[in-house]
């Protein structure tokens, strides 16, 4: 357990990652010792039979000049297998995938797809094609098809005109926001065919990294959004389920989110556990990283049952520059 007084310890160092990851957001956690070797499980529900486990997971862009501390690859297909690993171990309900490539977008629809429905969009495609066919990086859902039925999916860009594909500016940011990429979230629709059909929506998401107005805004257009969409005018006493989830790219704490926090429940806090103020972002380093990626939710009938940060060696030191993050709940 992470004690909280080191969270308030101000670090000086700014995170830089290639390709659109965290820039100037600071939120410095200490890992712990080591990483565990067997995964962490979900608990025994205390109540429904059907618990469903949420994820968000950036995956971390198919780069071939990523390495691990000891100078090996860390490269798409070193980690892979391991990916698959977690999946097949964990077998969360729901994931959100950001960072997508081409490469990765075709695994996750193939290699990755005989338990999974799979749905992704190109952040660069005007017409909202895939990120295979658009061959861009954008965001992602993975759905188990034994539980689910896909209802409809769609997406919008983090911008005012979130149906318009955002313009690049002439000092290179794009959109309104100036956003130092384009941004898009991906959502979905779906009956939960183990629990009467009831209705789930799907919010996946990577907000900028290095823009507060994009995030700030951002945090502001989804709460509008998944009210129009799921047709919630209140969301804090919603009766339907949403999930909002994603690399995020600012902390809690920050201010750039209360939107969010004002209007939706929040995993990490609500579903206290021992990763609680574990880092979710680690840079394929052991040492440093914030907490960056999150799990927004509402709907009455949401129970709250476990949040962790899987920090598992599944056969690689670090399934991604990022942690994959879980919360359980169950019907209440």
């Not at 709907?299 to 991604?320: F, I, M």
Request: proline fraction near 6%; glycine fraction near 8%; include cysteine.
């Amino acid at each position: 357990m992470i004690a909280k007084s080191f969270l308030r310890i101000l670090l000086s160092a700014v995170l830089v990652l290639q390709a659109c990851g965290p820039g100037n957001v600071v939120n410095p956690v200490t890992p712990p010792p080591s990483t565990p070797d067997t995964p962490e499980t979900p608990d025994t529900p205390s109540g429904s039979p059907d618990p469903m486990i949420v994820c968000t997971f950036n995956i971390r862009y198919a780069n071939t000049a990523d390495t691990y501390p000891d100078g090996s690859s860390a490269a798409w297909t070193a980690r892979r297998e391991a990916v698959k690993k977690f999946v097949d171990t964990v077998k969360p309900d729901l994931i959100g995938l950001q960072e997508v490539r081409k490469a990765q977008s075709e695994d996750f629809t193939s290699y990755f797809g005989a338990d999974y429905g799979y749905y992704d969009v190109g952040r660069d495609s005007g017409s909202g094609a895939s990120v295979a066919s658009a061959n861009c990086e954008g965001v992602g859902i993975l759905y188990r098809k034994d539980r689910f039925e896909l209802v409809t999916k769609d997406f919008f860009w983090l911008d005012p005109e979130s149906r318009t594909l955002p313009a690049k500016n002439s000092d290179g940011t794009y959109g309104a926001w100036n956003s130092a990429c384009r941004r898009i979230t991906v959502y979905a629709k779906l009956k939960d065919k183990k629990h009467g059909n009831a209705e789930i929506w799907f919010f996946p998401t990577h907000y900028d990294h290095k823009s507060d107005l994009a995030r700030k805004n951002a945090a502001e257009m989804m709460v509008a959004q998944m009210k129009a969409l799921c047709k919630v005018s209140d969301l804090k006493n919603s009766n339907t389920i949403i999930f909002h989830v994603g690399d995020l790219n600012t902390t809690y704490e920050g201010g750039l989110l209360k939107p969010l926090n004002d209007n939706m429940g929040y995993a990490r806090m609500d579903a206290k556990g021992p990763d609680q103020y574990e880092r979710t972002y680690n840079g394929f380093k052991d040492t440093g990283g914030s907490i960056i990626d999150h799990i927004y939710y509402v709907g009455k009938a949401v129970k709250p049952v476990k949040y962790w940060v899987d920090r598992t060696n599944y056969g690689v030191p670090y399934l991604s520059d990022h942690f994959p993050v879980l919360f359980q709940w169950e019907y209440q």
